[in-house]
Nanobody
Framework: QVQLVESGGTLVQPGGSLRLSCVAS????????MGWYRQAPGKERELVAA????????EYADSAKDRFIISRENEKNTVFLQMHNLQPEDTAVYYC????????????WGNGTLVTVSS
């Protein structure tokens, strides 16, 4: 069955960096667009970054531009989110999701990984 497993979330100080990973299984990874989303307490889940199946195109939320980088290694069925200059407002549960159509709501989600930015 389809599985998406995120990892890498932890407590980090403001200004710090983290790299999140999402390992996929149960489907042909290289045929799906992948995205990172986040949900902060009391807020809706929002897109952070996405890339196309081949990794050739990307999309970022304004809050992520110039700080976050999404990448993927199709041979390892893995998508990454490199985050720099993290701020308290980046605190959220981060989820990866797969989409067959570009920038459409994912049909499968991982269970999420918690990123807490605090001093």
């Amino acid at each position: 069955q389809v599985q998406l497993v995120e990892s890498g979330g932890t407590l980090v100080q403001p200004g710090g960096s983290l790299r999140l990973s999402c390992v996929a299984s149960g489907f042909t990874f290289e045929t799906y667009h992948m995205g990172w989303y986040r949900q902060a307490p009391g807020k809706e889940r929002e897109l952070v970054a996405a890339n196309t199946a081949t990794g050739g195109s990307t999309e970022y939320a304004d809050s992520a531009k110039d700080r976050f980088i999404i990448s993927r290694e199709n041979e390892k069925n893995t998508v990454f989110l490199q985050m720099h200059n993290l701020q308290p407002e980046d605190t959220a549960v981060y989820y990866c999701g797969r989409s067959y159509l570009w920038l459409r709501r994912p049909d499968y989600w991982g269970n999420g990984t918690l990123v807490t930015v605090s001093s």
